[in-house]
């Protein structure tokens, strides 16, 4: 327990007013040396014992990066030959190996996080690390739990898993799990607020934008699923761009030093994101590792330890938690390849060496099938016989004119070409839809590499082909032609986005338009849409003809063999939005990331004030009627929620002046029993994500605090159980520095999505 003299001492807490000119992110130092206790125990004796034979040039040597002619890995390591360390690969991102061969294309993060299945998680992060052990890369860079999406513009929403923090939470940590099980470091980013693209980072003279964040607010929101990550083991962090409170991340040592380090306790490496805003004091700040050179380092570094402006024993830490990171997940010994061994350049003569492995194949297509969220369905869908006639219609449903070895396969822009063209830095509007053809993953870092596209439309014609079906398409036209016979008509759209820049708006005109062309000849008109965040359907949502609408988001490779799947009723849907679906932009809590204003041309600020009532939270406080909430989706069967028990443990509040730190055992504590049935209550198999909403005094009205998907045949039944943690019922007392357990009514939540609750109970506390 942290008294309010312990706190004080502890730490300052971040400060920020409405007034960015008076926000300030206060220092804190010196950095703290990794602990090396629990499970890190053996790693850091290991680490400990190797990096003891270094000399201070050779410790410096492995804080950075260096160019290496061999392979093409986004990062290299320097290595201490002396004694046999043969340095590191570190390269893009958490979807897959981007920018190389015979690799393959899995599910996106935003796509994944609409299955809210944490077992298919796990298991889709062993096969992308095995793949990149299997390409030499010892560091993967991701999983990406920020941005959450404060704005749904956000260009890098798709590469994270939910705008909730729980629901993110989640599925990092199982991501880093298994990740790590495969015997590659994980990499949790971006630390943290980094939530636009639009002045993310310095760029001709302009400094980069400055999210000014309340202290509450960023341990209740945006630290959340660090604090998962950091939990599961991460063993790498890597800081933002971007400023927090006027510094920037990877110069703020009471984010690095403070939060990371002390609160969380964390014992990994921090990285630094490509080329981002350092100096030499980023090194006492808490930055351990630096990338893709020497930066403001390199023999600085060793010269600096010299005249003691950074203490020798600050880059020991630095070199033993790297060293550390690299022993904790089994890459010492014969158990790696040789570093960037598979990541060559494309187009010189190299070595074929095939990541893929037979295994990976039901992973990756059931997670194409999962993340696909159904949210209307006038009796259209599945088809009740074979169709005798289908017709589709829209760019979406097609592959792209080329996959090859060049810039727009390696930053994932093959559909749309225009964005390969854009430097980054500079103003571009890009077209939200992607007309150059069908959409598996979004754009640049966190793009990977299909080893084929399975797209839309070739899926149905395989499937006519067996089943005697007649197909029409028509993929360019605006007003296309509709066989008047057409059992149903399909049209395929797509909203695109990508790191660099952030979205223009949240639908298009030309798709828009498509759909209800379409919709004015079509009586069955299907409409899917392959979405890489916010896709909104006002313009056409309600037309009669429109039966069906399915937002598919990034399904990875097996994109048309999933949808056929689901469409035939070969198998069922089981995605929940992972995020908020509005009628209006101007529904949303922030709709457009931060600009410079009159008196911030060249010092842009982007003030927080929201707290954390974002996405549902905001619309539920607000009373807002979405078109379709969070964790909304619909199935072809039925479920029925009963018997409701509560068993809370032995929970009583913090006495006023006392609070719990983030490090403690006792916050991780299960302190309640919530106990549920669920029922398949229809003549079709399907699974249901059951959700747990708390409302905590003070806060908003409804926070997720629990899921569990579990599936059910026909008349089936089956209990489940979420085990709330002190943590779950705590919020951040900004005096004391630590959490607390407030004294009063917690209401229970359990049902379908966040507004379709099925029972209701209370803990009293």
Not at 568 to 596: H, M, Q, W
């Amino acid at each position: 327990m942290l008294s309010k003299l312990a706190a004080a001492l502890f730490a300052a807490p971040l400060v920020a007013s409405a007034a960015s000119a008076y926000t300030k992110s206060p220092p804190v130092f010196p950095s703290p040396p990794g602990k090396g206790t629990g499970v890190w125990a053996e790693s850091y004796d290991s680490a400990r014992n190797l990096v003891g034979q270094m000399t201070l040039e050779e410790k410096v040597n492995i804080t950075r990066g260096f160019t290496v002619s061999g392979n093409v890995c986004a990062g290299n390591t320097g290595t201490v030959p002396r004694l046999g360390w043969p340095g590191m690969c570190l390269h893009d991102a958490g979807n897959g190996v981007r920018a190389t061969d015979l690799v393959n294309s899995y599910p996106s993060a935003l796509h994944v996080g609409a299955s809210w299945d944490r077992n298919l998680t796990y298991e889709r992060a062993v096969h992308i690390g095995l793949e990149f052990k299997a390409k030499g890369v010892n560091v993967v860079l991701g999983p990406n739990a920020g941005p959450l999406g404060r704005t749904p513009l956000g260009g890098r929403n798709w590469e994270g898993f939910s705008v909730d923090p729980y629901l993110s939470g989640q599925l990092n940590a199982e991501t880093i799990v298994g990740h790590q099980d495969a015997g590659v470091i994980a990499n949790i980013k971006h630390f943290i607020a980094n939530e636009q693209e639009t002045y993310r980072r310095p760029y001709f003279g302009v400094e980069a934008v400055s999210a000014n964040i309340d202290d509450k607010t960023l341990h209740e929101f945006y630290l959340w699923p660090f604090m998962d990550g950091v939990r599961a083991g991460v063993a790498s962090v890597m800081c933002s761009y971007n400023r927090i409170n006027s510094t920037y991340g990877c110069e703020n040592s009471k984010l690095m030093n403070g939060v990371l380090k002390t609160e969380l306790a964390f014992d990994g490496f921090v990285l630094l994101d490509w080329n981002a805003q350092h100096n030499l004091e980023s090194a006492n700040a808490g930055l351990d590792m630096l990338m893709p050179g020497g930066g403001s380092w390199g023999d600085n570094l060793t010269e600096a330890v010299r005249n003691g402006t950074v203490s020798g024993d600050r880059v020991t830490d630095m070199a033993t938690r790297i060293l550390a990171a690299w022993y904790f997940v089994g890459q010492n010994g014969t158990n790696f390849p040789v570093p960037g061994i598979g990541m060559k350049n494309l187009t010189q003569p190299h070595e074929q060496v095939d990541a893929r492995i037979p295994q990976s194949k039901p992973v990756i297509l059931a997670g194409a099938i999962a993340g696909h969220v159904l949210v209307k369905n006038d009796g259209a869908l599945p088809f009740e016989k074979n169709p005798t006639m289908l017709s589709v219609y829209g760019y979406d449903a097609t592959v792209p004119d080329t996959k090859n070895t060049d810039t727009l396969f390696q930053l994932g822009y093959t559909a749309s070409p225009e964005m390969g063209q854009a430097v980054l830095g500079t103003e571009h509007h890009f077209d939200q839809a992607a007309k150059g053809g069908t959409i598996v993953t979004g754009g640049r870092a966190g793009a990977n590499g299909p080893a084929y596209i399975d797209d839309p439309l070739s899926a149905i014609q395989h499937r006519a082909k067996s089943d005697g079906t007649w197909i029409n398409w028509d993929l360019t036209s605006f007003d296309p032609e509709v066989n008047a016979a057409s059992d149903a008509c399909l049209v395929f759209i797509n909203a695109i986005s990508t790191e660099g820049w952030d979205r223009d708006g949240l639908h298009d005109d030309f798709s828009d338009g498509l759909v209800l062309n379409v919709a004015s000849k079509c009586a069955n008109t299907i409409v899917v849409i392959h979405a890489s965040g916010v896709r909104l359907v006002d313009q056409w949502i309600d037309h009669p003809n429109v039966t069906a609408t399915i937002i598919a988001h990034l399904p990875g490779q097996d994109s048309g063999e999933a949808l056929v799947k689901l469409i035939y009723g070969e198998a069922g849907f089981s995605g929940k939005l992972p995020y908020t679906i509005a009628k209006n932009e101007s529904d949303y809590a922030v709709y457009a990331p931060c600009g410079r204003g009159p008196s911030n041309t060249t010092d842009p600020q982007c003030d927080f004030t929201e707290g954390v009532y974002l996405d549902y939270r905001h619309f539920d406080d607000k009373n807002i009627a979405p078109r379709y909430e969070f964790g909304y989706g619909l199935s072809y069967t039925t479920f029925d929620y009963s018997a409701l028990s509560i068993e809370p443990l032995d929970l009583r509040p913090d006495p006023q002046g006392f609070s719990t730190a983030s490090n403690d055992e006792s916050f991780w504590e299960v302190v309640a029993t919530i106990n549920t049935t669920i029922t398949n209550t229809d003549a079709v198999a399907g699974e249901e994500v059951a959700q747990l909403y708390l409302g905590i005094p003070n806060s908003p009205p409804k926070q997720l605090r629990g899921f569990e998907k579990v599936p059910l045949s026909p008349g089936e039944s089956a209990g489940i159980t979420f085990e709330l943690t002190r943590r779950d019922l705590s919020v951040w007392d900004v005096i004391t520095q630590g959490w607390i357990v407030q004294a009063g009514e917690y209401d229970v939540y359990v049902g379908a999505s966040s507004r379709d609750i099925r029972l209701t109970g209370r803990i009293t506390v």
